[in-house]
């Protein structure tokens, strides 16, 4: 069987819905296709499970620091059913029926299955093809890879996917990968109660960060009781009475009852004509012009299946420039100042440009590096250990990157994104008024530094 659709939209996650919403109204069919949930990793699996459970992490953690603080006699006694049953209730029960009605109530599409590029403008659906009479949008995200590690499967190993289904929690764990998701989940299940040993195999953790802001972060992870190694690689994995045990590079072993490989996210494009179609790849993600986010004659890219980045805000910003663009619009894609967040505690928040990929590209550069905890907001909060990184380009007096770790930097990255796309002068950032005490006034002492 044979459908004809304007656009066919291969993924109906965050990307695809903005796509949907794009073309709604504008007189263009468009068919969705989706193999699991309407909606995509972010809500069901990826940004709102793990960030559910790092706010009841948060909580608890909070609840022994008023020993610190406030309390004299305190009593806590942690339930991981009560976090599951929440984690469980925000991520919609993994049950997409709204998403899936909202995307039909806009006029869309909604076919089930994995979708395939048989051939330019073909797309084939568990034997059902679809053509596309305008273009093919290729947004069907990335998937968690599990590492050529021998013995991965005798382990039956957690992925992020499976980490925030759990219903209960394991006595002791092994997270191996320190990106962001590693971070955030590690640390979530160590404040939950379990032991948790944290291996990454490069230098630091947030290997694409700035190096201090995983410094900094690694001082609290060690600090609340948790093994963090790095500079040491996964070499193979076991099952044993007690779990597993997984050997390091060096002859070193970790043993836990359970092992969580947050490593690698890579596009699952087994069967897609690419090559008859003209897209190429590049380190194994669709390549695409990064402003037009054209891959290829009648065919459009966008989300994390296209390296550019993978966060949910991105996905739908190429999302409504490829919608935008099917409708004739001349609407392009930026990439200057997207932000970057670990929700860990404290949050490592940054946007633009590292310190090293700057001296790349640009050569002469101001850096300015402070602690956000020698503030006064530093003190009232007891916050040790923070950081506040800010790369300039003094020839034109402007921000080109920013790295913050301390308490809500999510919320404060939001003014420095701005700062990095508008081109703001350094000056005025620095004459702009902060309220005292917040962390946001130790940024202006960062700003005017950078500005002299």
Not at 337 to 355: H, I, K, M, Q
Not at 393 to 415: F, K, N, Y
Request: charged residues 20%; hydrophobic residues 45%.
């Amino acid at each position: 069987m044979e459908l004809a659709f304007d656009v066919v939209c291969i993924g109906a996650g965050v990307c695809g819905e903005a796509v949907a919403s794009e073309l709604a109204g504008a007189g263009l069919s468009l068919a969705l296709v989706e193999e699991r949930l309407v909606g995509g990793e972010c809500p069901y699996w990826g940004g709102v499970p793990t960030k559910a459970m790092l706010r009841c992490a948060e909580v608890a953690a909070e609840a022994v620091r008023a020993g610190e603080l406030a309390a004299r006699r305190l009593l806590i006694e942690l339930d991981f059913a009560r976090v599951a049953a929440r984690t469980s209730r925000l991520a919609r029960g993994w049950d997409d029926a709204a998403a899936a009605h909202a995307l039909e109530e806009a006029g869309a599409t909604l076919v089930r299955g994995r979708g395939v590029l048989a051939a330019p403008g073909l797309v084939e659906v568990d034997g059902t093809r679809l053509r596309a009479r305008r273009a093919v949008v290729i947004c069907c995200g990335t998937a968690p890879e599990l590492p050529p590690v021998r013995g991965f499967a005798d382990v039956d190993p957690w992925t992020s996917r499976e980490a925030v289904m759990a219903n209960e929690l394991p006595r002791s764990l092994t997270v191996l990968g320190g990106s962001v998701v590693g971070v955030e989940l590690a640390q979530a299940f160590r404040r939950l109660g379990a032991r948790v040993t944290l291996v990454e195999g490069g230098s630091g953790l947030l290997p694409h960060e700035e190096p201090e802001a995983g410094a900094a972060l690694r001082w609290h992870l060690e600090a609340e009781g948790m093994t963090v190694l790095t500079g040491t690689q996964a070499v193979a994995a076991e099952p044993v009475r007690r779990g597993v045990r997984l050997s390091l590079r060096g002859g070193r072993q970790v043993t836990s009852a359970r092992l969580l490989v947050a490593t690698e996210r890579r596009p699952q494009l087994g069967g897609f004509a690419l090559a008859e179609a003209g897209v190429d790849l590049q380190g194994g993600f669709v390549r695409v012009d990064s402003r037009t986010l054209r891959a290829a004659e009648g065919i459009y890219a966008g989300g994390d299946v296209t390296g550019l980045g993978a966060s949910a805000p991105l996905a739908r910003h190429h999302g409504q420039v490829i919608g935008a663009r099917l409708r004739g619009e001349d609407r392009l894609a930026d990439h200057r100042a997207v932000p970057r967040v670990a929700f860990t505690d404290p949050e490592v928040a940054s946007v633009g440009l590292t310190e090293r990929a700057a001296r790349e590209r640009l050569g002469a550069l101001r850096v300015v590096t402070v602690d956000a905890a020698a503030s006064v907001r530093g003190s009232v909060h007891g916050f040790r250990s923070g950081l506040i990184k800010l790369v300039a380009d003094p020839g034109r007096g402007v921000l080109v990157g920013a790295t913050v770790v301390c308490p809500r930097a999510s919320e404060l990255i939001s003014s420095l994104a701005l700062a990095v796309r508008a081109e703001l002068p350094l000056a005025l950032l620095a004459e702009t008024l902060q309220p005292l005490p917040t962390f946001a006034r130790a940024l202006q002492g960062a700003l005017a530094r950078a500005a002299a």
